[in-house]
């Protein structure tokens, strides 16, 4: 079974510009999950889908942060413009449905510094 | 407010044991998870209690007692390959993961 991909492994970008992470989840899984890991912190959750529609979104910075699920399957995560403090990597995890029990799967990440 | 409570950083020898403990305080609770992170990578599933009590899942047990708001993951014949983090994850009523900073555990030689 192929596990959660994302792309780019890794990014450098200057302050203001703006970035785009992809993310594939594992087939027939309907909850992804955007995580956002500072190093030494666990990670902090930006979004939660459930299929294409938005579940949580409350820690998501919306003047700069949006994401989005087409279709219910893949899902994009766009920073514009990026700060200095968003260096951090952005983990993609999912899990066949949401409740009690259901493991969350992760994709390796991007790493994103902002200089 | 929702918190989670682990210790930084332990150190532990090769073949020895070593006891990670987790405090937890959320909003209801629907389990706990325990994923391990090595350096650089993605964290992966450990273990899942609801119950009270210990499951074991081969050199891995954990531990939850709810009425306590705690938990604890035990390693036991550490290896070199054991060095990561390990992050314990209740799930609040909203079935919202609420992850701690993680345990970052040294295995010496």
């Known amino acids: 079974e192929a596990g959660v991909a994302q792309s780019p492994r890794y990014k450098i970008i200057e302050k203001r510009q703006s970035v785009a992470f992809w993310c594939n989840p594992i087939s027939g899984h309907a909850t992804l999950y955007w995580y956002q890991q500072i190093l030494g912190q666990g990670p902090k959750l930006l979004i939660q889908?459930?299929?294409?529609?938005?579940?949580?979104d409350s820690q998501l910075p919306k003047d700069r942060f949006s994401a989005e699920r087409l279709k219910g399957v893949d899902s994009t995560l766009k920073i514009q413009p990026a700060k200095l403090e968003d260096s951090a990597v952005y983990l993609c995890?999912?899990?066949?449905?949401?409740?009690?029990?259901?493991?969350?799967?992760f994709g390796q990440g991007t790493r994103l510094t902002v200089v | 407010g929702q918190n989670i409570d682990q210790p930084t950083e332990m150190t532990a020898t090769e073949g020895a044991i070593v006891q990670i403990n987790c405090t937890y305080q959320?909003?209801?609770?629907?389990?706990l998870f325990w994923y391990q992170q090595h350096a650089g990578e993605a964290p992966t599933f450990l273990s899942y209690?609801?119950l009270d009590g210990l499951e074991e899942k081969g050199r891995f047990s954990s531990f939850l007692s709810r009425s306590k708001g705690y938990s604890y993951l035990l390693l036991k014949e550490l290896q070199m390959k054991d060095s990561a983090s390990y992050l314990c994850?209740?799930?609040?009523?909203?079935?919202?993961?609420?992850w701690g900073a993680g345990t970052k555990l040294i295995i010496k030689p």
């Open positions: 995890a999912s899990s066949p449905r949401e409740g009690s029990g259901t493991e969350a799967f």
């Open positions: 889908f459930q299929n294409n529609g938005v579940v949580d």
């Open positions: 994850a209740p799930m609040d009523s909203n079935y919202q993961l609420i």
């Open positions: 209690n609801v």
């Open positions: 959320t909003s209801g609770f629907n389990g």
